[in-house]
């Protein structure tokens, strides 16, 4: 990446000051500088007790920042509870309250100091905030209020001087207020287990599932497969991109094309609530649109329309798509999350419709199919050079081809192509999800752990129901010492798309939380997940050997590593672990020593 680019990072950023400070200045600048010292004392030792770091301290105000979301809220709310217990042991005068906003976002690097939206926002956050009180914004509630007994009162969206978004904004409730805000949550053993049960519609998922099938092509040319495949793969990415459900993945839905389909099956396997069927035929520039949603509990039709419209007009009927089927889900529409104009790859159809070609060759996973994608996607890029999904597909094939070894030429002169791609894709739209998903991996690969979270949770934000995206940033927590948080990400990503990209059963995506399990130390969940997976990979053969040899099991170890050995005669576990890019290296030599 150029040197000229801004270096940014994701950040908790914690903005406090003290209520009224001014008018204590004015009645008496020493008692208000001594009790300040005091005060900041308190304050200081929480924030560096909790990992935080002060970078920012102008009179009364303090501006810190924190790795974890969670860390600052401790922090945060320790300090004002050693405010509050000092308070009332000195005199009126020598009170202080302080108010405090918390916020998560992206800042941007300089030397020590930190800049950006995420900071402005904690200090206007701070600004709302009660005296002796802490106001934190919703994307920073979101990562906190399952992980703390804390409880929280939303105080709605509020308009913020310069921050172009209104902000949703919580409170915390601290002291007497305090009350639970949500359950605990449940153990990653048992949200697997209580979601793999056959399910009834609504009854058991915390969100509505809603799985989109392939729709049918009533053309019946094969050659249109991927105008058809493309546009339900659009629209299934349009609503992976909402809070409010879960959505089966594309790779998942697709395994079932050209299949006989039971409803109650699929419903019972992948705990569905909901399903999504329809039709698609074209023709010169028309196309006309079915679709039907079913709850496959009863069979009963819940919503079904029919979009007789041209091919200018398709990403107009993939958004009514999606309104309609979450009005009838939920009753309500996230409508901040579906600005379409900002994420319209093109208006070229020419453009779009070499994405589209280039996108099915790329769900092939062979040689011919990477060839075939990048070749598709240079004409799309050729059709519109400002086409950027173009080229982050294009980098996502080629990163396919490295991986598989289709690429002709030295893996260096690829991964420049590679990063070229991805670069240009960058500059073109910044907010592209594939490009963030790429940059994510790339910079683990590279250890730069900062930066691939930086471009991970910004991927996350925007599709929090991407399996690709979900999996990339729970595998870079397990690897970063979060292994508890990484663990659930990766069962997520198992439960979204057990058949992941590229495979034909879940084996993968088992193997994926089997690693999780081991580096978080359930070893015993780790062999729980074990026993779901047919053909393990290496790493999954890795996890569970080290698992046994930490439950001290020295029998059924060299049991396990026998037959690792008859599986892949090859390979050598101990420098598949080297492979694997662990922040902490004594991790990576103790699981080595457990395998050897």
């Known amino acids: 990446m150029p040197e000229s680019t801004p270096r940014r990072k994701l950040a908790a950023i914690l903005a406090a000051d003290v209520v009224g400070f001014s008018k204590m200045m004015g009645e008496n600048e020493d008692r208000t500088l001594r009790n300040l010292k005091v005060c900041r004392t308190l304050t200081d030792e929480s924030v560096k007790t909790h990992h935080g770091r002060v970078f920012g301290s102008a009179g009364d105000s303090i501006i810190a920042e924190f790795g974890s979301p969670v860390d600052a809220i401790v922090a945060a709310v320790e300090f004002q509870k050693n405010l509050r217990d000092r308070n009332n ?34 200090a206007r956050l701070e ?15 979101d990562e906190v209020r399952r992980k703390l007994e804390l409880g929280f009162e939303s105080k709605g969206a509020q308009e913020m001087k310069n921050i172009e978004e209104p902000v949703h904004t919580f409170k915390v409730l601290l002291g007497q207020e305090a009350q639970a805000d949500s359950p605990a949550p449940t153990s990653a053993t048992s ?30 040319v094969e050659d249109n497969d991927f105008l058809v495949d493309g546009i339900v793969e659009d629209i299934i990415t349009e609503f992976s991109r909402l809070n409010s459900i879960e959505i089966i993945s594309r790779n ?9 389909i039971d409803n109650s099956k699929i419903a019972a396997e992948f705990g569905i609530d909901f399903i999504a069927t329809g039709s698609i035929r074209s023709s010169g520039s028309r196309i006309r649109i ?14 079904s329309e029919r979009y007789d419209r041209t091919m200018d007009d398709v990403f107009e009927v993939q958004d009514e798509i999606v309104r309609k089927v979450m009005v009838a889900l939920v009753g309500k529409l996230e409508t901040a999350s579906l600005e379409r104009a900002k994420r319209k790859p093109t208006d070229n159809l020419n453009s779009y419709e070499y994405l589209l070609r280039g996108r099915d060759f790329h769900h092939k996973f062979s040689k011919e199919g990477v060839l075939s994608a990048i070749e598709m996607l240079d004409k799309s890029i050729e059709a519109d050079p400002n086409n950027a999904q173009a080229y982050a597909w294009k980098a996502c094939s080629i990163g396919q081809g490295i991986g598989g070894g289709y690429l002709e030429g030295d893996e260096e002169t690829n991964f420049e192509k ?53 999996c990339a940033y729970g595998e870079l927590y397990v690897l970063t010492g979060r292994a508890e948080e990484g663990t659930e990400l990766l069962i997520k990503a198992y439960e979204l798309d057990p058949v992941g990209l590229g495979a034909s059963n879940a084996d993968k995506r088992l193997g994926d939380v089997m690693f999780g399990a081991y580096v978080k ?22 996890a569970k050997i ?22 892949y005669p090859d390979i050598v576990l101990g420098e598949e672990i080297d492979k694997l890019h662990f922040q902490d290296k004594e991790v990576k030599q103790t699981m080595k020593e457990l395998v050897a």
């Not at 079915?290 to 919503?303: K, M």
Request: charged fraction near 25%; include cysteine; charge should be negative.
């Open 89 to 122: 042991e000195v005199d009126p005068e020598d009170q202080m309250q302080f108010r405090v906003g918390l916020n998560m976002g992206d800042v941007i690097i300089e030397g020590d100091n930190l800049y950006g939206d995420g900071v402005n926002v904690a």
């Open 127 to 141: 600004s709302a905030a009660e005296p002796g009180g802490i106001l934190v914004s919703g994307k920073f509630h």
């Open 191 to 220: 949200a697997v287990s209580s979601k793999s049960a056959v399910h009834t519609s609504g009854t058991q998922n915390e969100k509505p599932r809603l799985i989109v099938l392939p729709f049918s092509n009533l053309n019946k």
């Open 252 to 260: 998942t839905a697709f395994a079932f094309k050209g299949k006989e």
């Open 290 to 303: 079915s679709v039907e949603l079913t709850d496959p509990a009863t069979g009963n039709s819940i919503w």
């Open 418 to 470: 590679l990063q070229t791609s991805i670069q240009k894709a960058q500059e073109l739209d910044e907010n592209d999800l594939e490009c963030n998903r790429i940059l994510c991996e790339i910079n683990k690969f590279f250890e730069d752990f900062e930066q691939s979270e930086y471009y991970g949770r910004k991927a996350y934000d925007m599709n929090p129901n991407d399996p690709r995206v979900v």
């Open 521 to 542: 130390g359930d070893y015993e969940q780790c062999l729980e997940y074990d026993r779901k997976v047919g053909k393990k990979q290496p790493i999954a053969w890795a």
């Open 546 to 567: 080290a698992s046994l040899s930490a439950l001290s099991q020295p029998q059924e170890k060299e049991a396990e590593l026998t037959k690792f050995s008859a599986a």
